[in-house]
């Protein structure tokens, strides 16, 4: 079987799964499970098989004519790169752990046919997007993962916070689309094409007339479908979702998306510095801000969602200093130990029986009760915090290393300034990223307390999962150094001085974090001793629920009446922690600019249409009604009426007959 047959197979193996799987939903539920599982399960191994052929050499394309549009053409076809074949892995490997995973977390769920064929079509879509040599057929993917989230993220539709962050979701998603749409129109004017190969020569031959707006347009789309500052403010409330979805979206699918394809078409963005500076600017804002942010946060899946966020702005600076190898490797390397962190959760929500790290730093004894995610968590938060030798460290190191190029003038694809802008807020995350990484540990892991409730021992499909994840989240990173041809021949181990200074930054972050909740646990423990009465936490009253029941309760449950004295981050941020609790009101500002104005004009429309519009229409007609009313007084059914009716009538002509012959 030739590469492109097995590449073929690989998207539409889940696409087969998801359509068979809602097919027999309901009439044969037992095979649900098996087609939730074996395609996807055996779409990662035909993408292995398929990286292993490809070898990080040239290029494989195949492509034939979709459908003549009359101008531009639209090819079905395949674009194989080292960056297209590795991300595929990493998506087909993810997918297959949520998948495995799914099946114990949600297994008395009435709802997962439908979601588990949901899964199987949102992981076939991003196959397509990784796959695809040609920009109609990826915008055919892309926006078939966009209301994959919809229905995903609104899974737990009774709740009003899924039903919100479904649409929030949705529609920001979308308000970046409209320009990316413009974007890739424009650019397939100028090269003549929609193939990502034609594309990439007109701009190496300088056929595209303006770089600087088609780059600009396309990165409007990028930031709503990557969650990019300012269009970021989706992914948090994302959380109203299962776990395994958040797993899926923030390792391997829809966030990926806009990073991938600015990777495979960076060639039109370092075509315009200008492009290249807005987007350093932008991953700068995005890191620090959501860095923030996630260490004011008490919600253990927001904290992962603003990591999310952050980690998510490396990888654009990566690209805004012109090194996609970088970008790819740490989008590969973040979605091993995301994945990984994620689905730790659900297993931490379960058995602590809420998401508030309030409520388990209130706690005792949830690392005895859940070993599996206590070790594994440990690791991925690790990675996380890119402490040495674990992948993080490898991968963020790659992108301070070709930032600290581009800033010293070794490197001229980007302007210095993007560099110095990408490195600068780099160092800065990297600490902030130890610090929120060591928070959520010591809170979730070290509370001080009443014991962990006994929330019965998660499934075996759950903890085996984390284990399988583990492994990449410890080993990717020692591969970099033979990674090289895959990654279009750009160097990926880290310098002596990005090394020390990342990791200096980290371990400062950590310990500074780690003796400051030394400090606020003292402090809460004197309170606690002088309080008349302790609150208890809360947390679901169903030991032997299902894990996606307890997070499905969870979600709505009150958060602790009083503030964590315990909670390094209050201390640390000081008067920073409110705004950055709340996403530093940007979901108000948001409101304020655009959400009221919009609502305003449409009452505005709606006065308008009811008061006048209407007003002319029913006017129209009960003038018509009124003309009617005064005739039917003539309709009597008395024919004496009728005859002396037509008698005066006939008289008044007759007199006015003799009156025009009089005159005339």
Same mark, same amino acid.
């Given at each position: 079987?030739?590469?492109?047959?097995?590449a073929?197979?690989?998207? !539409?193996?889940?696409?087969?799964?998801?359509?068979?799987?809602?097919?027999?939903?309901?009439?044969?539920?037992?095979?649900v499970?098996?087609?939730?599982?074996?395609?996807?399960?055996?779409?990662?191994v035909?993408?292995?098989?398929?990286?292993?052929?490809?070898?990080?050499?040239?290029?494989?394309?195949?492509?034939?004519?979709?459908?003549?549009?009359?101008? &531009?053409?639209?090819?079905l076809?395949?674009?194989?790169?080292?960056?297209?074949?590795l991300?595929?892995?990493?998506?087909?490997?993810?997918?297959?752990?949520?998948?495995?995973?799914?099946?114990?977390?949600?297994?008395?769920?009435?709802?997962?046919?439908?979601?588990?064929a949901?899964?199987?079509?949102?992981?076939?879509?991003?196959?397509?997007?990784?796959?695809?040599?040609?920009?109609?057929?990826?915008l055919?993917?892309?926006?078939?993962?966009?209301?994959?989230?919809y229905?995903?993220?609104?899974?737990?539709?009774?709740?009003?916070?899924?039903?919100?962050a479904?649409?929030?979701?949705?529609?920001?998603?979308?308000?970046?689309?409209?320009?990316? /749409?413009?974007?890739?129109?424009?650019l397939?004017?100028?090269?003549?094409?929609?193939?990502?190969?034609?594309?990439?020569?007109?701009?190496?031959?300088?056929?595209i007339?303006?770089?600087?707006?088609?780059?600009?347009?396309?990165?409007?789309?990028?930031?709503?479908?990557?969650?990019?500052f300012?269009?970021?403010?989706?992914?948090?409330?994302?959380?109203?979702?299962?776990?395994?979805?958040?797993?899926?979206?923030?390792a391997?699918?829809? &966030?990926?998306?806009?990073?991938?394809?600015?990777?495979?078409?960076?060639?039109?963005?370092?075509?315009?510095?200008?492009?290249?500076?807005?987007?350093?600017?932008?991953?700068?804002?995005?890191?620090?801000?959501?860095?923030?942010?996630?260490?004011?946060?008490?919600?253990?899946?927001?904290? /992962?969602?603003?990591?999310?966020?952050?980690?998510?702005?490396?990888?654009s600076?990566?690209?805004?200093?012109?090194?996609? =190898?970088?970008?790819?490797?740490?989008?590969?390397?973040?979605?091993?130990?995301?994945?990984?962190?994620?689905?730790?959760?659900?297993?931490?929500?379960?058995?602590?029986?809420?998401?508030?790290?309030?409520?388990?730093?209130?706690?005792?004894?949830?690392?005895?009760?859940?070993?599996?995610?206590?070790?594994t968590?440990?690791?991925?938060?690790?990675?996380?915090a890119?402490?040495?030798?674990?992948?993080?460290?490898?991968?963020?190191?790659?992108?301070?290393?070709?930032?600290?190029?581009t800033?010293?003038?070794?490197?001229?694809v980007?302007?210095g300034?993007?560099?110095?802008?990408?490195?600068i807020?780099?160092?800065?995350?990297?600490?902030?990223?130890?610090?929120?990484?060591?928070?959520?540990? !010591?809170?979730?892991?070290?509370?001080?307390?009443?014991?962990?409730?006994?929330?019965?021992?998660?499934?075996?499909?759950?903890?085996?999962?984390?284990?399988?994840?583990?492994?990449?989240?410890?080993?990717?990173g020692?591969?970099?150094?033979?990674?090289?041809?895959?990654f =279009?021949?750009?160097?990926?181990?880290?310098?002596?001085?990005?090394?020390?200074?990342?990791?200096?930054?980290?371990?400062?972050?950590?310990?500074?974090?780690?003796?400051t909740?030394?400090?606020?646990?003292?402090?809460?423990?004197?309170?606690?001793?002088?309080?008349?009465?302790?609150?208890?936490?809360?947390?679901?009253?169903?030991?032997?629920?299902?894990?996606? !029941?307890?997070?499905?309760?969870?979600?709505?449950?009150?958060?602790?009446?009083h503030?964590?004295?315990?909670?390094?981050?209050?201390?640390?941020?000081?008067?920073?922690?409110?705004?950055?609790?709340?996403?530093?009101?940007?979901?108000?500002?948001?409101?304020?600019?655009?959400?009221r104005?919009?609502?305003?004009?449409?009452?505005?429309?709606?006065?308008?249409?009811?008061?006048?519009?209407?007003?002319?229409?029913?006017?129209?007609?009960?003038?018509t009604?009124?003309?009617?009313?005064?005739?039917?007084?003539?309709?009597?059914?008395?024919?004496?009426?009728?005859?002396?009716? !037509?008698?005066?009538?006939?008289?008044?002509?007759?007199?006015?007959?003799?009156?025009?012959?009089?005159?005339?």
């Amino acid at each position: 079987m030739t590469t492109t047959t097995l590449a073929v197979l690989v998207p !539409l193996l889940p696409f087969l799964g998801a359509v068979a799987g809602l097919l027999l939903g309901r009439t044969a539920p037992g095979f649900v499970r098996p087609l939730a599982v074996l395609p996807t399960l055996a779409a990662a191994v035909l993408a292995v098989l398929v990286a292993v052929r490809q070898g990080g050499g040239k290029p494989i394309t195949a492509a034939t004519l979709l459908t003549p549009t009359g101008s &531009v053409p639209i090819d079905l076809a395949l674009y194989l790169d080292g960056f297209a074949v590795l991300v595929a892995v990493l998506v087909g490997i993810v997918a297959s752990c949520v998948q495995i995973y799914s099946t114990g977390y949600l297994r008395d769920d009435p709802r997962y046919p439908s979601y588990a064929a949901l899964v199987s079509l949102f992981t076939s879509a991003m196959l397509l997007v990784v796959y695809s040599g040609d920009l109609m057929v990826l915008l055919v993917g892309w926006e078939i993962m966009g209301i994959c989230s919809y229905f995903l993220v609104g899974h737990y539709w009774e709740t009003p916070e899924a039903r919100a962050a479904s649409l929030k979701a949705f529609l920001v998603t979308k308000l970046g689309d409209v320009p990316f /749409l413009f974007g890739l129109f424009a650019l397939a004017v100028d090269a003549k094409t929609f193939s990502i190969t034609g594309i990439l020569r007109a701009v190496d031959n300088g056929l595209i007339d303006h770089p600087t707006l088609v780059a600009l347009l396309l990165l409007a789309g990028v930031a709503g479908k990557s969650a990019q500052f300012p269009l970021h403010t989706w992914l948090p409330d994302a959380m109203a979702g299962p776990t395994p979805v958040s797993a899926l979206i923030h390792a391997a699918t829809m &966030v990926a998306a806009g990073i991938y394809f600015i990777a495979r078409l960076l060639p039109v963005f370092t075509a315009s510095a200008a492009a290249l500076v807005v987007l350093a600017v932008m991953a700068a804002v995005t890191m620090v801000g959501s860095a923030l942010a996630a260490l004011a946060q008490d919600d253990i899946k927001r904290v /992962l969602a603003y990591s999310t966020i952050g980690q998510l702005g490396y990888m654009s600076g990566a690209l805004a200093v012109g090194n996609s =190898g970088a970008a790819v490797f740490h989008l590969i390397a973040h979605g091993a130990f995301k994945a990984l962190l994620f689905l730790g959760a659900g297993v931490i929500i379960h058995a602590a029986g809420t998401n508030s790290l309030t409520a388990m730093s209130r706690m005792s004894g949830l690392a005895k009760r859940i070993p599996d995610a206590y070790w594994t968590m440990t690791v991925a938060l690790l990675a996380l915090a890119a402490i040495p030798p674990f992948a993080g460290f490898f991968s963020k190191e790659a992108v301070l290393v070709a930032a600290e190029h581009t800033a010293l003038g070794e490197s001229d694809v980007a302007p210095g300034a993007a560099g110095w802008t990408v490195l600068i807020a780099g160092l800065l995350t990297a600490l902030l990223t130890a610090a929120y990484a060591t928070r959520l540990w !010591l809170l979730t892991f070290r509370g001080r307390g009443a014991e962990a409730p006994d929330h019965g021992k998660q499934p075996l499909a759950m903890n085996t999962v984390l284990w399988v994840l583990a492994i990449p989240s410890i080993g990717l990173g020692l591969t970099a150094g033979y990674l090289d041809d895959w990654f =279009g021949g750009q160097p990926l181990s880290p310098t002596v001085t990005t090394a020390v200074l990342g990791t200096g930054v980290a371990l400062v972050g950590g310990l500074v974090t780690y003796g400051t909740w030394r400090h606020t646990t003292a402090l809460a423990a004197r309170a606690r001793a002088a309080a008349a009465a302790v609150e208890q936490p809360q947390t679901v009253p169903h030991p032997d629920a299902e894990p996606g !029941l307890v997070e499905a309760e969870a979600l709505h449950m009150p958060r602790p009446a009083h503030a964590d004295l315990a909670d390094p981050g209050r201390l640390l941020l000081g008067p920073l922690h409110r705004p950055a609790s709340a996403g530093f009101h940007l979901d108000a500002v948001y409101r304020t600019l655009f959400v009221r104005p919009v609502q305003a004009g449409a009452e505005l429309v709606r006065f308008l249409d009811r008061e006048v519009v209407d007003t002319y229409v029913n006017g129209a007609g009960t003038g018509t009604n009124w003309l009617g009313r005064l005739v039917r007084l003539a309709q009597t059914g008395n024919v004496q009426t009728y005859l002396g009716a !037509l008698l005066a009538g006939s008289v008044v002509l007759a007199i006015a007959a003799v009156l025009v012959a009089a005159g005339a």
